[in-house]
């Protein structure tokens, strides 16, 4: 396995060209909100190592990135290998991702979701 350790890139566009280059990304996090980067690299149809926290699982599913147990180094460890054996499957789990992502995380399709919110709270406040 090749690493290339780069400190931190400010620069946007560099970073994008870095993940979109990489064979897969790792997102060790232990605790996210809605993680915007996790959202940026799947738009970059970049294969995905995650930690199974809750925020993670809750927007990609195990056919769309490789969670690993979160604090669990052997684990992280296996799926890094697996990663590596099978970039195929990887690449797969990516464009799934990627297709999940458009179907679910663009602007225009929360913009949607958040008024059936508010057009049903509207509702049904009316019945008070």
Do not use: C, H
């Not at 996210?32 to 599913?61: R, Y």
């Amino acid at each position: 396995m090749n690493i290339e350790y780069l400190g931190m890139i400010t620069d946007s566009s560099l970073l994008f060209k870095y993940v979109k280059q990489s064979a897969f990304f790792v997102f060790p996090t232990r605790k996210e909100g809605m993680s915007m980067q996790l959202l940026e690299v799947a738009s970059l149809a970049t294969p995905v190592v995650s930690s199974d926290i809750e925020a993670n699982t809750d927007i990609f599913s195990r056919d769309e990135m490789l969670f690993f147990r979160s604090g669990d180094a052997g684990d992280l460890a296996e799926k890094l290998r697996f990663a590596l054996d099978n970039p195929q499957v990887m690449k797969e789990n990516a464009e799934r991702a990627f297709r999940a992502l458009f179907q679910n995380y663009v602007w225009n399709r929360i913009a949607e979701q958040y008024q059936t919110i508010y057009q049903k709270t509207l509702e049904e406040s009316n019945g008070f």
